[in-house]
């Protein structure tokens, strides 16, 4: 993806994010390209603060979430946590209070992705391995390379994943091909993850990947992100409810969002065939 202008200063820095702007899109950079994006210490403090960061800002409409380097992610960081997972385990009640904290804490990490207002694409290349996976699956659309392989790799290191992918994972694919590739934790490539509708599109390489998500969230960013993060919000409140309660719900929200200056504008530009300029109020 071509560099574009820089995000306002209101942005935190960070050492393995970094953030673009272009126009109403967002692009956030995963971006410790010499470690293949492993995931270690900073990326799980400085991503959820750069997410509300993002879905607090009103200029934007859409983020992609790519990655600088040969791989999307490899995951967690095992060179840094390593030495704390394969070390002493919890001798008490204090040491496991202190262990589940920070798993809360990671969890939250993901969540900081999936709460975010704004709609959120993943544009994945290359290796897309455990945590990497638990990130994606808090994304609302996945994009991918054709030489991007996915796998939870948790399972083939003994380890039961535990930042998200156990938990949206079946709301993505159906539950027996969760079963299967969590289970295994074999490695699937992009062609299986399209057939079992984990990604939407796969494109031929890294760059028209991230050139067919920012083009992609363009289009969303086009539209009145008012009705746009509308439909996300009723989409995230009504998840697992019976239909009935499900309408009640986008009832009472068009009851209090319907009426607005884009409608307006909308309705507008129809008559006076034209594109519409949505302003979000």
Not at 126 to 151: E, K, N, P
Not at 228 to 246: F, H, I, M, N, S
């Amino acid at each position: 993806m071509e560099h574009v202008n820089t995000p306002p200063s209101d942005i935190p820095e960070s050492t393995v994010l970094s953030v673009e702007r272009d126009g109403h899109v967002a692009v956030l950079w995963l971006d410790r390209a010499e470690k293949r994006n492993a995931m270690g210490t900073e990326l799980w403090v400085d991503l959820p603060v750069i997410m509300d960061a993002l879905g607090a800002d009103p200029d934007v409409r859409a983020i992609v979430i790519a990655a600088r380097g040969p791989a999307f992610s490899v995951g967690l960081d095992l060179m840094e946590f390593g030495p704390e997972l394969l070390g002493n385990p919890p001798q008490n009640v204090t040491d496991r209070a202190t262990l589940l904290r920070q798993i809360k804490a990671m969890q939250d990490t993901f969540t900081s992705v999936a709460r975010n207002p704004k709609p959120v694409i993943a544009a994945v290349h290359g290796y897309c391995l455990g945590a990497g996976v638990d990130l994606i699956t808090a994304c609302d659309i996945r994009v991918a390379a054709d030489d991007s392989i996915f796998s939870v790799r948790e399972t083939r290191i003994a380890m039961v994943a535990d930042v998200g992918t156990l938990q949206r994972l079946p709301h993505i694919i159906d539950p027996g091909r969760v079963a299967e590739v969590v289970f295994t934790g074999k490695d699937f490539p992009a062609s299986e993850a399209h057939e079992m509708g984990l990604v939407t599109h796969v494109y031929p390489d890294a760059e028209s990947t991230h050139k067919g998500a920012r083009e992609l969230a363009q289009t969303i960013a086009a539209n009145s992100p008012l009705a746009v993060q509308g439909a996300k919000q009723v989409l995230r409140a009504t998840e697992g409810k019976p239909v009935d309660e499900a309408l009640d719900y986008v009832a009472l929200w068009n009851t209090s969002f319907l009426h607005s200056a884009d409608l307006m504008e909308a309705a507008t530009a129809f008559l006076e065939k034209r594109d519409p300029e949505f302003k979000g109020e």
